[in-house]
């Protein structure tokens, strides 16, 4: 029968690395862009929109449809990025819990 103390103290210590770990990705920021670079946008491991930036020669006040589309896709390109990286961090730690991640990609929004 395992030691009841030793099996709390390793909770301890994985509570202590999934919160060290969830912390470093909150302060960890990626980015993502589309046209070619023309839009870039910067998301937090949290998910969290940092910045956007469009480079001029994309603006058109006649087509602002393709401005948006190039807005939205790098966005998700950032997003897909931070959430990677979320599960390459918080995996090994979810899986010494005995579970895996589950699948962030939908995050069950309709349309997705």
Known sequence: MPDMQQILQQAQKMQE???AAQQELAETEVTGSAGGGL????VSGGLELKSLAIDPKVVDPEDTETLADLVVAAVRDATASAQ??????????AGG????MPDL????LPGQ
């Open 105 to 108: 990609g939908g995050l069950g």
């Open 39 to 42: 839009v870039t946008a910067t």
């Open 97 to 100: 819990l005995g579970g895996g």
């Open 84 to 93: 990677k990286l979320t599960e390459e961090k918080l995996g090994p730690l």
């Open 17 to 19: 690395q999934l919160l």
